[in-house]
């Protein structure tokens, strides 16, 4: 696998066309998209786009889409992670998600995202679950190859009197 930069439309709307709730919108508006080629097929197999992006709180949300369940490991993760964390300095990355879509979900927290809240019928029929992942989260993610390993306490040796 290896990623795709600098095809921002292209990649945005590939994922698109993969979200059911956003297959009738117009797509993302002004986007970062990195896509993952499957470097044996020379396709395409998942996106992420970056959108919304809030520079004056150091925001920005999240959108993705695969076509294969291996799409993504550690050194694509950390690759693509290093968009919003340290080109952007972002504080948060947000998610949101439709209730019903458990994969999606389960990704996600698994990726280290939190459910931090619940729009209720906020995609018509179904309600939109908010996940946010915290820079200082991902700081600490198993899957961030960078992350801050914390050294030992060191104990002095003392004699108890």
């Given amino acids: 696998m290896r990623l795709l930069i600098g095809k921002d439309p292209l990649v945005a709307e590939w994922v698109r066309r993969r979200i059911p709730h956003m297959t009738h919108s117009k797509g993302f508006g002004q986007c970062v998209a990195i896509g993952v080629i499957n470097e044996a097929k020379s396709e395409l197999v998942g996106g992420v786009v970056f959108h919304d992006y809030r520079q004056s709180v150091r925001s920005i949300e999240w959108s993705a889409a695969s076509d294969q369940p291996n799409w993504l490991n550690v050194e694509i993760i950390n690759q693509i992670m290093r968009y919003p964390f340290d080109q952007l300095n972002c504080v948060r990355i947000t998610a949101i998600i ?64």
């Fill in 98 to 161: 439709p209730r019903r879509n458990k994969r999606s979900r389960a990704f996600k927290e698994k990726f280290g995202f939190r459910q931090e809240g619940l729009v209720r019928r906020g995609f018509g029929g179904d309600d939109a679950c908010i996940y946010g992942l915290l820079a200082s989260d991902w700081k600490k993610s198993r899957f961030n190859l960078r992350r801050e390993v914390k050294a030992a306490p060191v104990i002095e040796d003392r004699q108890v009197a």
